[in-house]
């Protein structure tokens, strides 16, 4: 079995909401956005995590966390058996080496007024800049277009004469430049057409094979995380209410919101057709959360004690794990 390349333990994220002189100086009037809520989970090396949910509720916070972009407010994640919270800026600046964003926004992350050239070329020149030469530097953006599958000439345009699957290559080849063992893909395909997308799909799985990268894939596509995750999370308003083997997690979906998300994804054939759960209401604030379980306003199967005890992540056998008064026998 991998060993885990990331454990997340208790993991807390919030952000403070208020405006006046008195919330700024005294926190008076300020409100609590429980945007990660205590979340614990592990990541093997080599293999893909996927993370789901509705949006707002915390996957991209979560992965932004955990390369402290937004910083805890709580928790501990331990990369390859080290805290990144306790990290100072030189050893944060060592695992942003080896840990890598691949953005939402595929033309955004880009500065347009650089060169696709420029853009790869920009993380060799601030790590290894002055150890290696020009020509050097020229010779590894030419290999890390070419395993993107893009042209070398593409180096001397700019990102706005691209496509949006051009444009995501590019971002992608930056990614790799430094040869990291974790990349976090926060939605990759998103505004991508199908085929461009599975072309995406693909180049990463190539990727992850050739380099060895561990990927947490964060996306609201329960199609792609089904096709590329080996491990799972469903979250909910900041917590993660079920989680464990893709396969186990789509084939005896536990919790009822995991009941109600996974069946709702639009299949191909007729005879794959679930019953669909149709959930009441709307996600509840985060700054106000419900008592309880955080779930309970809108799920099917609520009772008494839902409103009264927040439900633990219970082990329910061969480590498909869900947070469900339904499974605690109390």
């Not at 050239?117 to 530097?137: D, F, H, N, T, Y």
């Not at 149709?278 to 419900?290: A, Y």
Request: aromatic content about 6%.
């Amino acid at each position: 079995m991998a060993e885990d390349l990331i454990r997340i333990r208790n993991l807390k994220t919030h952000f403070y909401q208020g405006k006046g002189l008195l919330s700024r100086v005294f926190g008076q009037g300020l409100k609590i956005v429980h945007a990660v809520d205590g979340v614990s989970l592990s990541i093997k090396k080599g293999s893909t995590f996927g993370l789901v949910g509705e949006s707002g509720c915390g996957k991209s916070t979560l992965g932004k966390t955990i390369f402290r972009l937004v910083e805890p407010l709580e928790g501990e994640i331990i990369f390859e058996g080290r805290d990144v919270v306790k990290m100072n800026q030189k050893d944060l600046r060592e695992f942003r080496q080896k840990a890598q964003i691949i953005f939402q926004d595929h033309f955004g992350c880009l500065n347009p007024r650089m060169t696709a050239g420029q853009i790869v070329a920009e993380p060799l020149i601030m790590c290894r800049g002055k150890q290696v030469s020009q020509r050097s530097i020229e010779h590894e953006v030419v290999r890390l277009l070419r395993a993107v599958n893009l042209d070398p000439d593409a180096a001397v345009k700019f990102p706005n004469e691209f496509s949006g699957g051009q444009a995501r290559r590019i971002g992608v080849a930056r990614a790799i430049a430094l040869n990291p063992i974790f990349i976090m893909a926060d939605e990759p395909t998103s505004g991508l057409d199908i085929s461009t997308a599975a072309t995406i799909l693909n180049l990463m799985q190539d990727l992850q094979d050739k380099m060895n990268i561990t990927y947490l894939w964060v996306s609201h596509n329960l199609t792609q995380v089904k096709y590329m995750s080996d491990d799972m999370a469903v979250m909910y308003l900041g917590k993660v209410v079920e989680m464990g083997r893709t396969s186990e997690v789509f084939n005896k979906m536990a919790h009822p919101y995991t009941q109600a998300l996974i069946p709702a994804v639009p299949r191909v054939s007729s005879k794959q057709r679930k019953q669909t759960i149709l959930l009441k209401g709307e996600i509840p604030s985060p700054i106000n959360p419900p008592s309880g379980c955080y779930f309970r306003t809108r799920c099917p199967q609520v009772f008494k004690r839902c409103e009264r005890e927040e439900p633990p992540l219970l082990d329910l056998g061969g480590g498909h794990f869900c947070a469900c008064h339904l499974y605690d026998g109390h």
